[in-house]
Nanobody, 114 residues
Framework: QVQLVESGGGLVQPGGSLNLSCTAS????????MGWYRQPPGDRRELVAT???????SYADSVKGRFTISRDNAKSIMYLQMNSLKPDDTAVYYC????????WGQGTQVTVSS
């Protein structure tokens, strides 16, 4: 049974930084692509970034140049380094494993506000 646990969310001022983590268990982490999604208040869940099993990243246009996705296959952890945060980045952030049946974490709240 795949389990994904996000951590690292919180309240940050505009222009600040946060580093999210997604710890995976119950899967061979190194075999699967992973992704970060977010759901702003009252809005749909949207793709933020993905990373292949080999570590190739891809980003939504809205976060390019500000966010960095990475993974540590030895530790079964995926990261999202978020810099230059804006109020529009406020959302619940979810990690996803592109396993045979997609798996999701429970989410972590990120609030960007002064």
């Amino acid at each position: 049974q795949v389990q994904l646990v996000e951590s690292g969310g919180g309240l940050v001022q505009p222009g600040g930084s946060l580093n999210l983590s997604c710890t995976a268990s119950g899967m061979i982490f190194s075999m699967y692509a992973m992704g970060w999604y977010r759901q702003p208040p009252g809005d749909r869940r949207e793709l933020v970034a993905t990373i292949t099993s080999k570590g190739r990243p891809s980003y939504a246009d809205s976060v390019k140049g500000r966010f960095t996705i990475s993974r540590d296959n030895a530790k079964s952890i995926m990261y999202l380094q978020m810099n230059s945060l804006k109020p529009d980045d406020t959302a619940v952030y979810y990690c996803k494993a592109f396993t045979d049946v997609a798996s999701w974490g429970q989410g972590t709240q990120v609030t960007v506000s002064s």
